[in-house]
């Protein structure tokens, strides 16, 4: 009886009653037992799953059952995230045989601690899964021959800095040394929080000039031999693209990749010098982070359109780094030009994918071969931000992987 009622209604009915006929200690306890029922209530409401709505932002939208996707895996998934097994999660989509049929949004905190009841409007901060798009505009760049290709050494790509490249050693790193992050220059963003100044990161936030900060790091690798996360890295990318369009790196996906996908609302800052945050600054709306995903499992398309190569897809998703080089809590198996690769257990079938991935729970997955994508925002900026892998291991992939047939479809 009480889980149909409304929660205000119900407590406002018995304050009145209480406010005549009751002590204001029993009011108290009468009003706290109301709200744990009703708050179980809650708790104990069963997933119901909707199609996605078909809106103007170019996907089409489909049921899962039409898509051939197991019912029981998906309904499970929703119900641990409203019960709470899984944290603080925002937003879970999944894209399959190209048509848009999970989008489901959660209310929880950001970064700041702030409160959102999220939704497909939201722009939700993307932390490092910055990266990967960031990767797309410099295959852009040299699809449109403005860099020669991942050869080229990046001395001639940053005159500026000339400086900086009198160490013969440090005038061999070439682009991919940089979208590897095996360029060999000192950096540490992971020893240190990232409010600690021993953090590079931090460092270079404090710096007049972040890219010069980075390319100045000490050498303490041959280019090419030892990976070293480098946020900083990515920064000095999005310089690149700068430097060889005119355009910064916001204007430059504005017009290239963005305007091509019909993604018109996003966020990029800056730093106050100017230089556009590529390493993690991008806020993007979940729907359009499937598009990313998309354009990739595309071969670089979308509605028929090439917006980058298949071959810089092709090239930016291979293996290129020993996983050995990786921390133990780092869930991938290598890494190719700004992207991760990891290959996922279902059963006795082992699946390979790449992903794109953000501080706090922020993923782009892309499983060629079950031709899916799926997304998932959050916050939990410690152990917990990386439930999505569970979550996409334990219930999305199997749901595409058993291929139902007839029965137990939504």
């Avoid at 005549?20 to 200690?25: A, D, E, G, N, V």
């Avoid at 990967?132 to 852009?140: A, H």
């Avoid at 293996?319 to 991760?340: C, E, L, M, S, T």
């Avoid at 899916?372 to 900026?381: A, P, R, Y």
Wanted: proline share 4%; charged share 20%; net charge neutral.
């Amino acid at each position: 009886m009480l889980g149909a009622m409304s929660t205000n209604a119900t407590v406002r009915d018995y304050n009145c009653i209480l406010t005549t006929r009751s002590h204001s200690l029993c009011k108290a306890l009468l009003y706290s037992f109301l709200l744990l029922i009703l708050s179980g209530c809650r708790e104990n409401k069963k997933y119901q799953y909707t199609v996605p709505a078909t809106t103007n932002d170019g996907w089409a939208t489909a049921s899962v059952g039409s898509e051939n996707l197991l019912a029981d895996k998906i309904q499970e998934l929703f119900d641990r995230i409203n019960d709470n097994t899984y944290k603080n999660i925002h937003s879970v989509l999944l894209v399959k045989n190209g048509k848009l049929v999970v989008e489901e949004y959660f209310p929880g905190h950001d970064s700041s601690g702030k409160y959102h009841a999220f939704d497909r409007d939201t722009l939700h901060e993307m932390h490092s899964t910055t990266k990967s798009v960031n990767s797309i505009l410099i295959g852009i760049a040299i699809d449109q021959h403005l860099i020669s290709g991942v050869d080229q050494t990046i001395s001639t790509l940053y005159p500026e800095y000339s400086d900086v490249f009198s160490d013969p050693k440090k005038a061999a790193i070439c682009l991919k040394h940089l979208l590897t992050m095996t360029a060999g220059l000192s950096w540490d963003e992971w020893t240190y929080p990232y409010t600690d100044p021993r953090n590079d990161h931090v460092a270079m936030n404090d710096s007049k000039d972040p890219v010069r900060y980075v390319l100045e790091r000490p050498l303490v690798a041959t280019a090419g031999e030892k990976f070293g996360y480098s946020s900083g890295i990515t920064i000095a990318l999005g310089e690149i693209v700068h430097q060889v369009s005119g355009l910064k790196a916001d204007k430059f996906a504005e017009r290239n990749l963005f305007g091509p996908l019909g993604i018109t609302k996003y966020y990029w800052w800056s730093y106050p010098t100017g230089f556009v945050q590529t390493g993690g600054g991008l806020f993007l709306r979940p729907r359009d982070m499937a598009k990313i995903g998309y354009l990739y499992l595309n071969g670089g398309r979308w509605q028929g359109k090439q917006i980058v190569s298949e071959e810089w897809v092709k090239e930016s998703t291979k293996n290129r780094v020993d996983a050995k080089q990786f921390p133990n809590w780092i869930n991938a198996d290598g890494y190719g030009y700004q992207w991760w690769l990891r290959s996922f257990k279902v059963g006795d079938r082992v699946i390979p994918s790449y992903h794109a991935a953000g501080r706090g729970g922020q993923f782009i997955f892309v499983v060629p071969e079950l031709d899916i994508v799926s997304v998932f925002t959050g916050w939990n900026d410690n152990e917990l931000g990386l439930q999505p892998f569970e979550m996409f291991e334990r219930y999305l992939l199997p749901a595409a992987a058993a291929m139902a047939q007839g029965t137990n479809r939504l």
